[in-house]
Each structure stands twice: as C-alpha cells, then as structure tokens.
C-alpha cells in the first residue's frame, strides 16, 4: 500500500467516524441571563447534565446581559433565525413575547415527553406562563425577594425574638421602630436599600403596592381607580426611611450587598438569587450569623412580588427547530426540572412540586424559612407591557430614584408614572 | 501618450465600488428605511401599520421629547466650547515643553482618549460611586458631606459632560498641537522684533492662524456630543429618571424598551434632520467668522 493510498483511507476513516459522532450527539445551543451567584449554580447544572448525556446531547451554554441587552438579542436573532434552541426566560415576559410571535407553544404532547404535568406546578406559577390557554415555557423556579438580616446586630439592638427571626415585622408602626432602634444602636444602615436603582426596586415597591390590594393594570387601564394613593403611599413609607436615616440613601446593587455583608447594614430586602453569595462566604467564616426571612408587613397583607425563571424554545424565523434536535431540548428541560433540588442552593424556589415536596428541600435553610411565602406571592399584570426590562417595569422604575431618595414627592412621581403609562 | 476617458471612468468606477457598495448597504438603506418606518407603528422586530404623521405629530406634544431636546443641548452647552477651550489651553501648555517631557506629557493627556467608554464608566463610577468611592473618603476626610454624583438629578449631566471632556480631549489637543506646529516661527520672530506683547502675540497671531483648526474641532465635537448615548446609558444603569434622557437614549428607550420601533424611528429621523442643519448651520457661520476676520 502506497503512502497516498494510506492518506485516503485515514480521511475516509476519520470522516465516516465523525459523521456517526455527529448523528449520535445532538448540540442544543442555550442561552440564560444567570451571571450572579446562581449562574455559578447552572454552570455545574450544565455541566453534570453533559456529563450524564454524554455522546447523546451536549449543552453549548452561552450567558448573555441580563435584561434589556439579552431580550433585545432574543427578538433580532429569532428575526433573522439565528436564535438558540433553547433559553431561559422571565415568566412575566411571556405576554410580550407571545404577541411579538417569538416563542414556540409548549403542547400537552410535550408535555408528556418530558414525564411532566401541569399538575407538578402550582397554578400562579403554570398561570404565569400560560397566554390564552396555551404554554409557552416550562418554569423552573419562583424567584421572589425577600428580607435578610444580620442577626448578631439584630441581638445587640434587642430585636431579634425568641425563634431567631426579626421583631416588628406585623405593620409599618412596628417595623420602622425595628429600625430605629437599630440605628440607635449605632447601626450606620438599618436597612439597605437599593436606592439608586429603580429597576431593583420596582420588586419592593410592586409587593408594598398589593400589600394595600392595589394593582397596575384593571382592565386597560394602568393605575385605576384609588390605585395611585396606594402607589404614593408605598413610596411615601420608603422615602420616609431615608429621610431619618433608616436606610441607605443612592446606592447601587453592588454597594448594598457590600454594605450588607461588611455589617454596616443590619438589614437588606433583596432576592432570593443573593442567598449563594451569604451561604458561600458563611462556609469560608467570613459573614456574620443571618437569615432570611419573608418580607415585613408594610400594610393590610403579606404580598410579595415574584417572578420565576422558565424555559422557552424560541421561534427561529427561516430555520425551524428539527424534531430530533426538539426532542433533544425537551430532555434538557425535564432534566434540569427534575434536578433542581441542586437549583435550590441558589436560593430559588424549584417550581417542578416533587422537587419541593422531597424532605431534603424541606430541611434546606434558609429556603425552608422563606418558603411559606409561595401562598403569598404577586406576579406581574399579565399584559404585553409587563415584564422584566418591559414597557411598565422601565416607566415607573426612572421614578423611583428621585423619589425614594427624597429629590422627589411621591404624588408627583405617581402622577407622572400615570400619565405616562397610560400614553405609550 | 492620449488617455482613454472610458478606461479611466472604468478605473474610477472599480476603485470606488467597493466602497460605495458597503455605503448604500450599511448607511442608505437603513437611512431610507427608517424614514419609512417612521410613518408606521411597527413594534422593535416586523412591519406596522402606515399611520402618517402620526409619530411625529406625538413628538410635539410628548415632555419627555421635549426633555431630550433639552438635555442634549444642554449636555452640549456644557461639552463642545468648554471641552475646545481646555483643549486649546493645554496645547498652548503643551507646545512650550521640549522633546522626551513634551512627548510623555502629551502621551498623558492622550492616554484616557484610547480608552473604551466601558472602562471610562467604570473608573469614574467607582471613583465617586456614593459608598464606596475614594472621592467621598476625600470629601468626608475634609468635612464636605458626600455628593451623589451620578444618581441626583442635578449633578448627572454636568458630570457627565466633566467625564466626556477627560475621556475625548485628548485628540483635540493633538490636532490643536499640528496646528500650532504649522505657523511658521518667522512671524512669531517678527512679532518679538515689534516687541509685541504675549497677549497681542495670541490675539493677532496664534487665534487667527489656528482658527480653522479651532472650527473643525468645534464642529467634530458639535456632532458627536449631538449624538450623546453611551456615557448617559452607562451612568443611568438601574433606572435613572428621565431627567437624564438625550436625544439618543429616548431612541433606545422607545425601541428597545417599550418596543415602538415607529415612535423611536420618528425621534432618530428628528435627531438626523437635527445633526445635519445644526452642523451645516454650524459649519457656515464659522465660514463667515472667518471671511470676515480677512
């Protein structure tokens, strides 16, 4: 055998290898917008799921910008058909994208595949991804915000009860006496507060709103009825904060986990996404006793606003999904719902119900403290102008600085929001 | 040896498509299609409905339009004769140093000018950032309480128009040094003979002489601080309110945001007409400056 000849059957060899490589391994391509302590968290997902599947389905994980930069890419890459197989979402973007035409439906035969049932999830969460009768992602968790707090300040300012959690926490009264007594105890922050940016507290502000039974959106109407008082007054108790010195005053999200966890703030509302970052610096002995608890009771109710994190298979324009690459997607998905008690170390709360139900998620803190607010959780208005980085959540967030940093009175803030909600 | 105009033409034509195709794809075309878009209400992605004048008409009854309007020239008030006049003095400094010092103080003032716009927010952000920046230590160190630079409603532009200057002076310097280097030493000798003052010196010699350096980097700074975005955009992350919002950024807001790709097509068309009167405007008025100084 002459040395050309040896070339040619090596070339033949190794490509015929690789074409039965490339028939046997699908490539699902993915997109998320997880870039804090929880992306960590899915980067080991990913990488056991690739693992368990190896040769069949490999996951090719790209994180994107979350909000604005990574919706903006979903909607021109579907337009041109060069969107992912598969990509995370917020479920309370779904009505926007459903009427922009860009996600495939979910159907019951779907449904199956993945050995999943409408019935594994609770109904707020399957609700939340649910337009006009018809699934559009598969949610995997519920992402809602809640209270943290540095119990060792707590204990020296005589505020910490009996069960290791927060006193004060029944009315606005109550609390905000919580709080001066922790700055008179010489607390710099009692309460960190993401004051300089409005995107972070819309989730604050929404759950004080329903706190009152207040909504945004009755009907097509944004801020109905005696809905803008109730506005006002959630605002009108955050700014009162700042201005006696109760709470951190223009501060970004950086600066107030960084306040929190140096100690110079005693207490952060913040989302459940921030519970890696204290568990992970609690294990290398570098953070204070804390917990997390559910948000105080500003008003008439408990009522915490929440999103959830889902998964959504986006419609590529020109380049329809193939059904074994779809089939391959559907494994993913059940897959990563199924394995979510590990998701669950990112503080999110497992959407999948047998997840939940398991007695190691029960014993899993602080998740099992905070979990009893599932019963009281609000998501957006469901409306194409809903949703993270969407048309409602931008307009009343560019008010919320100036106002809640005290530049700003919160009937004139409201009244601007109104108007402006209700011409777009 | 006689030429062949249609070989030539031939030539000209070859050399030039190149660049004259990319030009209609990547500038006509979508210059055309926004003008189009901009009597339709289409969302961010997809066509719309043919509504008229419609965006337009809106504009004119819309504080937030009206707001942009402001911002911007106010962001230029603060930017283009201000950051010209600092560069013209530290070029005036500059061409009195010699050799190796003269090049590393230059090599100075250029250095933030090659920097990305992400890094320039992030070494200001951190600076003066509310908590934790070494700005505030100085302030709290000399008794001064501390500033919210980028987050109160009335430092935003003014600071960010003191950023940009940092950021972009430096290649105004440079072309204001190649114009100084440019006039002759001999009339500067000839002034010195009249024992003419420094004062005189600049007033009659270096200001009219540098002139048309001093319209052209006058004019590249009116259009670019017209077309303010990224600084803004970076500085207002987490939601600053509207009083921030410029031209540019109520564009990205109507499309990327609120998914009006018609209503911000309209704004981009505005800003567009805008650029090109304020800068013809601009350009022949300082035209007739110097015609008349002749």
């Keep these: ?424 | 040896m006689l030429r062949n105009s249609r070989t030539e033409r031939l030539v000209a034509l070859v050399l030039v498509a190149p660049f004259m195709a990319i030009y209609l794809l990547a500038f006509v075309y979508p210059t055309v299609q926004m003008f189009r878009i901009s009597f339709t209400d289409a969302p961010l992605i997809g066509a719309g409905r043919w509504v008229g004048l419609d965006n337009y008409l809106r504009l004119d009854n819309d504080p937030m339009f009206r707001r942009a309007v402001w911002n911007t020239a106010y962001f230029v008030l603060m930017t283009v004769v201000p950051g010209t006049l600092i560069a013209l003095l530290i070029a005036l400094g500059v061409s009195r140093l010699k050799g190796r010092f003269q090049a590393i103080v230059l090599a100075l003032f250029f250095l933030p000018y090659i920097l990305p716009v992400s890094v320039v927010y992030l070494i200001w952000d951190w600076t003066l950032n509310f908590q934790f920046g070494i700005a505030m230590h100085a302030l709290d160190w000399l008794g001064i309480p501390r500033v919210p630079v980028f987050k109160s409603r009335l430092w935003f532009l003014p600071a960010v128009a003191g950023v940009t200057i940092w950021w972009t002076a430096g290649f105004s310097i440079l072309l204001f040094l190649a114009g100084l280097r440019s006039i002759p030493a001999e009339i500067y000798e000839a002034a010195a003979l009249d024992n003419s003052t420094r004062w005189t010196t600049f007033r009659r010699i270096t200001w009219p002489l540098l002139w048309p350096i001093t319209s052209l980097v006058l004019t590249i700074q009116l259009i670019l601080q017209l077309k303010i975005f990224d600084q803004v955009y970076l500085f207002s992350i987490g939601g600053r309110p509207n009083d921030n919002m410029v031209l540019v950024y109520y564009v990205f807001q109507k499309a990327f945001q609120q998914n009006q790709g018609g209503r911000a097509a309209a704004v981009a068309v505005t800003l567009f007409v805008l650029v090109v009167v304020v800068s013809v405007l601009q350009f022949q008025l300082l035209r007739f400056a110097e015609r008349r100084r002749r």
């Design chain 1, 1 to 424: 055998m002459n040395f050309r000849k040896m070339m040619a059957i090596a070339v033949v060899a190794a490509g015929g290898f690789w074409v039965v490589a490339a028939q046997a391994e699908e490539t699902v391509a993915w997109w998320d917008f997880l870039g804090g302590g929880d992306g960590v968290r899915m980067k080991q997902m990913i990488s056991d799921f690739n693992a368990a599947h190896a040769g069949k389905i490999k996951i090719d994980a790209t994180t994107l910008e979350w909000g604005t930069p990574f919706y903006a890419k979903v909607q021109t890459s579907v337009a041109v058909g060069e969107a992912p197989d598969v990509m995370t979402y917020h479920a309370s973007r779904i009505p926007l994208a459903v009427s922009q035409d860009i996600l495939e439906e979910i159907t019951a035969d779907d449904m199956s595949k993945m050995g999943l049932s409408a019935s594994d999830f609770a109904q707020t969460t399957m609700g939340a991804v649910t337009v006009d009768g018809k699934q559009y992602a598969v949610p995997l968790d519920t992402h809602p915000i809640v209270l943290y707090y540095n119990r060792d300040l707590l204990k020296k300012a005589g505020v910490l009860g009996g069960d290791g959690r927060p006193v004060g926490m029944g009315n606005k009264e109550e609390f905000t006496a919580t709080l001066q007594k922790l700055k008179d105890a010489g607390v710099e922050f009692p309460l960190g507060s993401v004051t300089a940016d409005g995107n972070f507290m819309y989730r604050t502000i929404y759950s004080l709103v329903c706190q009152q039974g207040g909504e945004l959106l009755t009907g097509n109407e944004f801020l109905a009825g005696d809905n803008p008082e109730k506005l006002a007054r959630a605002l009108a108790v955050l700014q009162g904060w700042t201005k006696a010195g109760l709470q951190s005053t223009y501060t970004d999200y950086p600066a107030t986990v960084a306040l929190f966890t140096s100690g110079k703030a005693a207490m952060m509302i913040n989302g459940v996404w921030e519970v890696p970052t204290m568990t992970d610096l609690a294990k290398q002995g570098k953070l204070f006793d804390w917990g997390a608890v559910e948000i105080p009771v500003i008003f008439d109710k408990p009522c915490t606003y929440a999103d959830s994190h889902s998964f959504a298979i986006p419609k590529n324009k020109g380049k329809e999904i193939s059904p074994e690459k779809r089939a391959a997607v559907l494994e993913v998905i059940s897959w990563m719902d199924k394995h979510s008690l590990f998701w669950a170390t990112a503080g999110h709360i497992p959407a999948y119900k047998p997840v939940t139900e398991t007695a190691e998620y029960k014993a899993m803190e602080p998740n099992a403290t905070y979990s009893t607010l599932t019963a009281n959780m609000i998501f957006d208005p469901k409306s194409p102008k809903a949703g993270v980085a969407g048309p409602i959540f931008d307009i009343m967030s560019n008010y919320f600085v100036p106002t809640l940093n005290g530049e700003m009175e919160p009937g004139e803030a409201v009244k601007s929001i109104k108007e402006e909600l209700n011409s777009m």
